[in-house]
């Protein structure tokens, strides 16, 4: 048991790798635990949740413990590869180590996938309707590869009962393979030196190189380096029940009923970019982004070792690295907020629900009192707020009477534009000029509403006109 | 026996042992694939979708959409409430008829309908489609899917029994244009 690391290798930053296994195994002994109550059948699977939440002893904290592993799974993965990436660990001599682990990353997403299928609640149903979605645009095969993925012909029993397997047994499977490969690659390559700005790694030196560092500066794994790992891993468990004990488990949310079309669905946290991705990328960008973007990606990935294998490891002398990271952390994290509000979807009940302020109210003529019916009525308020309260799919309206005039107004609502669906066969005239003449009044005080300059020009006549050589009438 | 015949004769029943393999390898490989890839074999050989009843013509009135639900032709006991789906029944005017599934064309979301604004709007990334199943706005590259049906003996009947997707098979495809575009 006198494997010796590099010294510099003895650091908080490599921890995440053991973490993740850490909590590999705590989903293993918490997904086996539930496993002996749970039942993976389309009609019974939701009422054994709630079994486990409410009738034995501990069960929500177990599946907090589960839920939340999850979570924090995803998190350490992703933290352990933008280590590994920044620390230039992927290069000569750990290229498999690195494709291994793409594998792995993979593998972890099919776990969560599948794993928030197994909560089989409204979400879940939903969330299966959108990847058999997402995977019937694939060409020639797409409708086949949906009936494979839902074991028939609609999100059923079969569909569970796959997930089920796959979670369980095919995945899971596959992980342990994996991550013995990759232990073994890691033990056989020795763990990644701290890199030093200025050291490059060559294919012709490194191996002798790092050798040398081991043995003339080196410390046996255990107990100098382990100790961080092992601290570390229980400061993982710790948050983990933490998190179980004071969050509780996920859900489950409604029962898993097709016909209950009040159902607003949401992917887990680890997948809200997608949500956001999705539902701002124009229509057109979308089938050929989500079938040739992963393709590409993961070609990147893969192929990074085998092009950047050597050179510098430090961050400091890698600024494209550095920025790239940035750059889908920002844009991972930008998404996964929207998707915390969905800005994009039209609150279903805000013309119902949301009253009209009461400044927008007051000292107007009965016509535009009408027409901020008329706005309530045709679930206007749904997807455009006032006051603050409403929909964000579309512009605020508090203010539209300094922006449009009143012809703009009305084309607007008749004809819809951009976003906006046209209202002219659902409004009558009169229903338009009252809902027109109410938006007109739409403005803060003080500030003067949208002019048409053209029309004023022409009000005034020819003869006013600078430019104009005219007779006068 | 000589050394060498007997190890000729040896090497020589070691092939016919893993050719014997090999073929009790492929031999069980079909019905183990053809388990695995029933769901689509099913599809190709009967389809998944039939024709059944929805109700009474009478049940819809003229110029309203309402929401029917039926037992999925094809489903399994423990299917449970899985099987019960949902479709948007559209009476135009009295004889003409529109059948839609809830599942919104982009991504499958249920849509809701709003009849005082004669809009479908789905909840998850924003699509819209007009009474008649157009699309309005929004992500959806299409309208809304559209359901085979006939009326028979004052009955609506409709053909369905498939979740339908943007992918999906052709009798979903009738792809409707936004009115003014």
């Known amino acids: 048991m006198d494997h010796p690391v590099p010294k510099s290798a003895a650091s908080w930053f490599y921890v995440f790798g053991s973490g993740a296994l850490v909590i590999f195994g705590l989903q293993v002994v918490t997904g086996i635990l539930l496993a002996l109550l749970y039942v993976p059948s389309a009609g019974e699977a939701w009422n054994s949740l709630q079994a486990l939440n409410h009738d034995v002893a501990l069960g929500w904290f177990l599946r907090g413990m589960h839920g939340w592993g999850s979570n924090f799974m995803v998190a350490i993965v992703l933290l352990h590869m933008v280590q590994v990436f920044m620390f230039g660990a992927y290069k000569f001599p750990r290229e498999l180590t690195w494709v291994v682990g793409i594998c792995l990353l993979l593998m972890t997403m099919g776990m969560a996938f599948t794993g928030q299928v197994l909560r089989f609640d409204q979400d879940a149903y939903w969330g299966l309707g959108i990847g058999a979605s997402i995977a019937s645009r694939v060409p020639v095969m797409g409708p086949q590869v949906v009936h494979l993925m839902l074991g028939g012909p609609i999100i059923a029993g079969a569909t569970l009962s796959r997930f089920f397997a796959l979670h369980v047994f095919v995945i899971p499977g596959i992980l342990i393979g994996l991550v013995c490969l990759h232990l073994l690659m890691v033990l056989k390559l020795g763990i990644n030196e701290w890199p030093m700005p200025g050291r490059l790694v060559r294919r012709s030196t490194y191996l002798k190189d790092y050798h040398d560092l081991v043995h003339k500066d080196g410390e046996p794994f255990v107990p100098y380096a382990i100790w961080k790992d092992v601290f570390f891993a229980g400061i993982l468990i710790a948050c983990i029940a933490l998190c179980a004990a004071y969050f509780g488990p996920f859900g489950p949310s409604g029962r898993p009923d097709p016909t209950n079309i009040q159902a607003i669905p949401r992917p887990d946290y680890f997948f809200l970019w997608l949500y956001a991705l999705l539902a701002l990328l124009p229509p057109s960008m979308e089938t050929p982004a989500l079938l040739i973007g992963p393709v590409v990606i993961l070609g990147g990935l893969l192929a990074l070792p085998f092009l ?103 084309r607007q609502v008749i004809q819809g534009g951009g976003n906006m669906p046209a209202y002219g066969k659902n409004l009558s005239p009169a229903q338009t000029t009252a809902l027109v003449g109410f938006l007109e009044t739409l403005r803060p005080a003080g500030q003067s509403p949208a002019r048409n300059a053209s029309e004023a020009l022409a009000e005034q006549g020819p003869a006013s006109s600078p430019n104009s050589s005219a007779p006068k009438p | 026996m000589s050394d060498q015949e007997s190890l000729s004769r040896r090497a020589a029943l070691t092939k016919i042992a893993f050719a014997f393999n090999a073929v009790v390898g492929v031999v069980l490989a079909v019905p183990v694939i053809g388990y695995l890839l029933s769901p689509m074999v099913r599809a190709r050989k009967n389809g998944y979708t039939s024709w059944f009843a929805l109700g009474a013509a009478s049940n819809f009135p003229a110029g309203q959409t309402r929401l029917a639900t039926y037992r999925n032709p094809i489903a399994n006991a423990w299917d449970g409430q899985t099987a019960d789906i949902a479709c948007w029944v559209r009476n135009v005017d009295g004889s003409q008829f529109q059948i839609f599934a809830v599942n919104c064309a982009h991504l499958g979301c249920p849509v809701r309908w709003f009849p005082q604004s004669g809009l479908f709007m789905c909840p998850c990334h924003g699509g819209a489609y007009y009474e008649d199943g157009s699309r309005a706005s929004g992500p959806p590259e299409r309208g809304l899917f559209t359901y085979n049906h006939k009326i028979e003996n004052g009955q609506l009947w409709i053909d369905a029994g498939s979740l339908p997707t943007p992918g999906g098979s052709a009798s979903n495809r009738a792809k409707n244009g936004a009115p003014c575009a």
Not at chain 1, 363 to 370: G, I, K, N, S, W
Not at chain 1, 381 to 394: A, D, V
């Open chain 1, 308 to 410: 950047f294998g050597e050179g510098e490891k430090s961050w400091k002398r890698r600024p494209v690295a550095v920025i790239s990271v940035l750059l889908v952390a920002v844009a991972l994290g930008t998404f996964t907020h929207l998707s915390s509000y969905t800005p994009w979807s039209p609150i279903m009940d805000a013309w119902s629900s949301d009253p009209i302020p009461d400044t927008d109210l007051a000292h107007r003529t009965a016509l535009e009192r009408q027409g901020a019916l008329v706005f309530q009525q045709k679930q206007c308020h749904n997807c455009h707020s006032l006051g603050n309260e409403g929909g964000m799919r579309g512009p605020a309206l508090d203010s539209v009477a300094t922006r449009l005039t009143q012809d703009q107004l009305i």
